[in-house]
């Protein structure tokens, strides 16, 4: 049995370090209940840019938004890594991932040891999402990590779970638990898309806890109206009103077995996940097992880092044998 804790919370909006240690609070606050792990919603630190669906081109708060993401590279996120490792308890986060003051949808998996594990970027920034975050690249497909005591983790971030490819890539990978991470969530008013809401990603949840037989934790984020104001958003689809909490946690057969707190409420969702549970529902339908047919359909993937700048040595005539030396030749002239 594996107890996890699903966050529903509001971030500390422009502020790095006041949403730093709200994270190390909530992970201290999920340990003391007995959770082994805790999921954080899609770019928790700092917060989902949701001024980009009013206003794409925002220079100041662009500006404001790119200082407050965290960087791998710095010391940023060593305070919830120790904060892991004092509380025994592994981590899946959600961050605004600045590399090089250029930003993209970031996750990582923390181990209780304190070890990032694993760290991989947004296949595809959503519409809008284009004007403020860049692409993944190939070690991104590489999503899952096995934890000790826990079991083989997994995360997709938001409308990642619309690609058919991407998901079955993940699924091959035999997570047994999938962490889906999206931004504040409205509840349907009839206009818009039916996907963009809290029904429509719930449904999108559920669907890939019975394509994948794993326990999916569903996290979503808070928008209070101290969000709305720091972006200005009033108004917009995806801001209507305050609210936008709708975290839970589906098994394997898509069945929601938690209790949903207020839209408009902090709180932690948690729940006992006994893993062996997903053996008979695996047994009736594994699609990247006995209910596939490699012979007929396959996926091809390209897991290569494409670098923007790549050199190539040219050898010494010392490393060459014999018969390569016109070889050598030619490359010199």
């Known amino acids: 049995m594996v107890k996890v804790a699903v966050t529903q ?9 006041a949403t730093v240690d ?13 959770a082994q792990l805790v999921a954080f919603p899609e770019v928790w630190i700092p917060g989902y840019p949701m001024w980009i669906w009013k206003r794409p081109f925002d220079p100041e708060l662009t500006t404001r938004y790119i200082m407050s993401s965290p960087s791998y590279e710095k010391s940023d996120l060593d305070p919830i890594l120790a904060a892991a490792k004092k509380n025994k308890i592994a981590v899946v986060l959600g961050l605004s991932e600045n590399d090089g003051d250029s930003l993209y949808i970031g996750q990582c998996i923390i181990s209780a040891l304190g070890e990032i594990v694993m760290k ?3 296949y595809k920034p959503t519409h809008m999402e284009r004007t403020v975050y860049g692409d993944a690249d190939g070690k991104s497909l590489y999503n899952v990590a096995e934890l000790e ?30 962490v889906a991470a999206w931004p504040p969530v409205q509840n349907d008013d009839g206009t818009g898309f039916f996907s963009i809401t809290a029904d429509g990603v719930q449904t999108l ?8 037989t794993s326990f999916v934790l569903h996290c979503t984020s808070l928008l209070t109206e101290k969000g709305i104001d720091a972006m200005d958003v009033e108004g917009i689809p995806l801001a209507r009103k305050a609210g936008g909490g709708h975290s839970a946690v589906f098994a394997p057969d898509g069945r929601r077995i938690t209790e949903p707190i207020a839209a408009d409420k902090e709180g932690m969702v948690y729940a006992d996940l006994p893993l062996e549970g997903i053996l008979p529902v695996r047994s009736f339908v594994d699609v990247v097992g006995h ?5 007929l359909l396959w996926l091809g993937v390209d897991g290569e880092t494409k670098k923007n700048v790549r050199s190539k040595t040219l050898p010494t005539r010392a490393s060459l044998s014999a018969s390569d030396e016109d070889d050598y030749e030619k490359v010199q002239a």
């Open 9 to 17: 919370h509001e971030p500390v909006w422009f502020d790095l370090a």
């Open 22 to 34: 709200k994270t190390c609070r909530l992970i201290e606050e999920a340990a003391k209940n007995g």
């Open 120 to 122: 991989r970027r947004k």
């Open 149 to 178: 005591g826990i079991g083989k983790i997994g995360a997709l971030s938001c409308f990642e779970h619309l690609q058919p490819l991407l998901k079955f890539h993940t699924i091959s990978q035999r997570e047994q638990i999938h």
């Open 205 to 212: 949840a559920q669907t890939y806890a019975m394509e994948s």
């Open 291 to 295: 209910y596939s047919r490699p012979d």
